[in-house]
């Protein structure tokens, strides 16, 4: 028999996973750096549309490059696929923000590093940058079943001070990988790293990937099943950056990770969760969000390939 999700006891991991010390928040803008180290939340989204959420499950942050699925779904969606003639999807070995494209095509090599996060935003429809960035925030809200918005500070900051989205997007305009101005890119780039998100949204969008496109608690058909099948298994080969494959081996579950530290989850058919705990490893993974998801991997039988309650 599988555990139940539905009766799984959260505040006892949370209570276990805050025993965790060490690693340190992202200080790449004032914001980050100013996170709460101690801001620990769990939160699950089940396909029948039940959620559980720890304490603090309801605090916001943004969303930083745990937005990077989701702008991926809207990029396939918007192009009818073509979003994956320009950009691959082969892991890199390297962090998240190397100034590095795929070596004879010049494409970003995957959508799940800054430089590919930066194009497929730039692939969703919109005539300029806010109507852009207008159909991702709304795109977004339908992931996560609710009204977000944007932290407008930090968007100025990832926009003013993220040297090397900056860097990638004159790159990729240098290769011709890149039809928007390399400043409009990093911008709606920014404004979408920057949007609020707290554990609860960002479960519902782990499960609306995990069930096929559809939000299971609105119901609303978000994207295609064939579009959420591309974008949970780039998150399973990609979503961790250099540490994807000890992810995989160790965890077995699709995740997205991010400096704000938080994870999100997507195990096809059985759930969507998200973790968040700002204090980053060395490859930019919540330290306590890891050992979360170790726990619902083993605790949830989630592992992709593990055959324990089977
Ligand atoms: N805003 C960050 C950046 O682009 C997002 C990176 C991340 O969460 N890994 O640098």
């Known amino acids: 028999m599988r555990p139940d999700a539905g009766t799984y006891d959260l505040e006892d991991v949370r209570r276990r996973i805050m025993q965790t010390q060490g690693g340190a928040v992202d200080e790449s803008i004032p914001e980050l750096a100013a996170a709460d180290p101690d801001l620990c939340a769990l939160a699950l989204a089940l396909p029948d549309g039940t959620l559980r959420a720890s304490a603090q499950a309801d605090v916001p942050f943004s969303v930083q490059s745990a937005v990077k699925p989701f702008l991926f779904a809207m990029a396939l969606r918007d192009t009818d696929g073509d979003a994956l003639e320009r950009v691959g999807i082969e892991p890199t070995g390297e962090a998240f923000d190397a100034i590095k494209l795929e070596s004879g095509t010049g494409r970003p090599p995957n959508p799940m590093v800054n430089a590919g996060a930066l ?40 926009h003013l001070l993220g040297d090397r989205n900056h860097a990638l997007a004159h790159l990729m305009r240098a290769e011709g990988t890149l039809h928007v101005s390399a400043d409009d890119a990093v911008a709606v780039y920014a404004r979408a790293c920057a949007v609020l998100v707290d554990a609860e949204a960002l479960a519902v969008m782990g499960a609306t990937l995990a069930c096929g496109g559809v939000n299971p608690v609105t119901q609303e058909r978000v994207v295609s099943p064939a579009v959420a099948r591309d974008v949970v298994s780039v998150m399973a080969t990609c979503g961790v950056y250099d540490g994807s494959g000890r992810w995989m081996r160790a965890i077995g579950i699709p995740a997205k990770s991010s400096v704000s530290g938080a994870i999100v989850l997507s195990a096809p058919g059985r759930l969507g969760a998200a973790v968040v705990s700002p204090p980053l490893d060395e490859y930019g993974t919540s330290m306590r969000g890891k050992v979360a998801c170790d726990a619902l991997s083993i605790e949830l039988d989630l592992h992709a390939f593990g055959t324990a309650a089977r």
């Open 119 to 158: 194009l497929t935003a730039s692939l969703i429809d919109g005539g300029d940058v806010d109507e852009r960035d207008d159909r991702i925030l709304r795109g977004l809200s339908a992931f996560a079943g609710r009204r977000l918005e944007v932290d407008e500070s930090v968007a100025r900051n990832e």
